[in-house]
């Protein structure tokens, strides 16, 4: 059975940081692209962050330079550092594992940055 995990998502000012962690069972973590996706509350679910399994990366415009993704195979784990968070960036975030022929999704953890 194929399991996302993600955590450490919570309240924060303006400014502040959080880690997010997405811990992956019943999958070969290290063949799949992982992936972060947000979605505010009215708003289409939308792609943060990515990376592959050579860990090149990609980010969406709103978070570069304030947002790192990274992975540790050892751990089954994907990580989103934020950085310099804003108000907008409050949103219910996901982590997504992509292989070769299916795709799975994480149940979401809350992010919510207040002014």
């Known amino acids: 059975q194929v399991r996302l995990v993600e955590s450490g998502g919570g309240l924060v000012q303006a400014g502040g940081s959080l880690r997010l962690s997405c811990a992956a069972s019943?999958?070969?973590?290290?063949?799949?692209?992982m992936t972060w996706y947000r979605q505010a509350s009215g708003k289409q679910r939308e792609l943060v962050a990515a990376?592959?399994?050579?860990?090149?990366?990609n980010y969406a415009d709103s978070v570069k330079g304030r947002f790192t993704i990274s992975r540790d195979n050892a751990k089954n784990t994907v990580y989103l550092q934020m950085n310099s968070l804003k108000p907008e960036d409050t949103a219910v975030y996901f982590c997504k594992a992509y292989g070769n022929v299916l795709s799975y999704w994480g149940q979401g953890t809350q992010v919510t940055v207040s002014s």
């Open positions: 990376i592959s399994s050579a860990s090149t990366t």
């Open positions: 019943g999958i070969t973590f290290g063949l799949y692209t």
